[in-house]
């Protein structure tokens, strides 16, 4: 096959940082993707309606002409959220609210320590129908890394997916065949959102042949049986994965350093290189489920009207970008060949 179209894919759950970094990042998503999940991780934190809204009146502001991109806002929950901030929310269109274990990723330190303390807000999240979104990854330090996905499911998810059974639960950017499989037999109010580096990478492409810190990312790249699990989820035929890009910029700099930030810039390509593993896996067919209509069914928005088309043409992705103000950001699989390319109509 050498065109393949689709419906218009979203975005259900990317990074695109504030100030001048939003003229970079809002117009790489809205080239492709009508809609995405912005993350409220900023400094300090999008933990309330007014904020959020705030924030998206900064993001349509440097959105290109003529562009129908709708950013969908969360917020971020704290120790001191309160059901009256999520019924707040709800009311002024704020699409759902993350979770962050403190101390998981980048700019958590404000996230909740005590997640029993948040089950009041987590009940009226469900009579509200407000997704709780989650970065599932215990962060006690004596826990490997490589276990914090499924020490969360064991310990954490599994209760809240028990004591809230209406509550629907996004568990996103999944790592691990424990996780794929926790998603698949649990209810269908539980969904989860894979990037195109867990679905392209494992972890020997963090650490093989010397440290590649453009591919550090949170939860960390896992061993190839899981990479290989999440694949084959993805083309499983249920509609419980979809895309989540977790685009997430950081300046160079920042990335190849001696503490190295986590995060892959994927904007530019996303759409391409998810195609490029549809295709390795043989199920072009199943791209526009996973990129398209699954992710709006979930959060029971309408599938969007117009469709891209992806041409089967080689292009290298660059090795760096120049943001506003100077710096340089290298994309995620900078310098490498993609097999797909957006047509541009
Ligand atoms: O790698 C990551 N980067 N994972 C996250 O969960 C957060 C993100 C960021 O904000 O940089
Ligand atoms: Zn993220």
């Known amino acids: ?40 991780n900023l400094v300090p934190p999008v933990i309330n309606a007014s904020m959020a809204e705030e924030y998206k009146q900064r993001i349509l502001q440097v959105l290109p002409v003529n562009s129908s991109f709708e950013p969908l806002m969360t917020i971020y929950l704290t120790n001191q959220t309160t059901s009256q901030d999520i019924i707040q929310a709800k009311q002024s269109g704020v699409t759902a609210a993350k979770l962050y274990p403190a101390g998981a990723t980048t700019n ?12 009041p807000v987590f009940e009226t999240m469900s009579e509200q129908e407000m997704p709780l979104l989650i970065h599932g990854e215990v962060t006690e330090q004596h826990i490997d890394i490589f276990d914090r996905e499924k020490i969360f499911i064991d310990q954490k998810l599994s209760k809240i997916v028990e004591n809230f059974p209406q509550l629907k639960i996004v568990f996103e950017h999944i790592t691990t065949k424990e996780a794929a499989d926790f998603v ?11 990037t195109p580096q867990h679905l392209m990478l494992n972890r020997n492409d963090l650490l093989v042949g010397g440290i590649r810190p453009h591919n550090f990312c949170l939860p960390v790249l896992k061993r190839n049986i899981h990479q290989e699990a999440l694949r084959q989820a993805v083309i499983a035929g249920t509609n419980k994965f979809f895309l989540g890009t977790d685009s997430a910029p950081h300046e160079k700099h920042k990335k190849e350093s001696s503490c ?10 996303a759409i391409e290189l ?42 290298i992705i660059p090795s760096d970008i120049k943001l506003p103000n ?15 390319q957006l047509k541009n109509k």
């Open 1 to 40: 096959m050498n065109e393949i179209t689709i419906i218009a894919p979203d975005d259900w759950h990317l990074h695109f940082r504030d100030g001048d970094l939003l003229k970079e990042t809002v117009p790489a998503t809205a080239r492709c993707f009508k809609r995405a999940i912005v993350m409220p």
């Open 108 to 119: 958590s330190d404000a996230a909740v320590s005590q997640l029993d303390a948040l089950y």
């Open 184 to 194: 698949l037999q649990a209810s269908d109010r539980v969904a989860a959102t894979i």
């Open 260 to 269: 190295g930030c986590a995060g892959c810039y994927s904007a530019w390509s």
């Open 274 to 315: 998810y195609a490029q593993v549809f295709e390795e896996l043989n199920a072009l067919d199943k791209l526009e489920a996973f990129a398209s209509t699954n992710g709006p069914d979930f959060y029971q928005l309408p599938r969007n009207k117009s469709t891209i088309t992806l041409i089967k043409q080689d292009w």
């Open 326 to 340: 100077g710096e340089f950001i290298v994309p995620f699989f900078a310098g490498e060949t993609v097999k797909w």
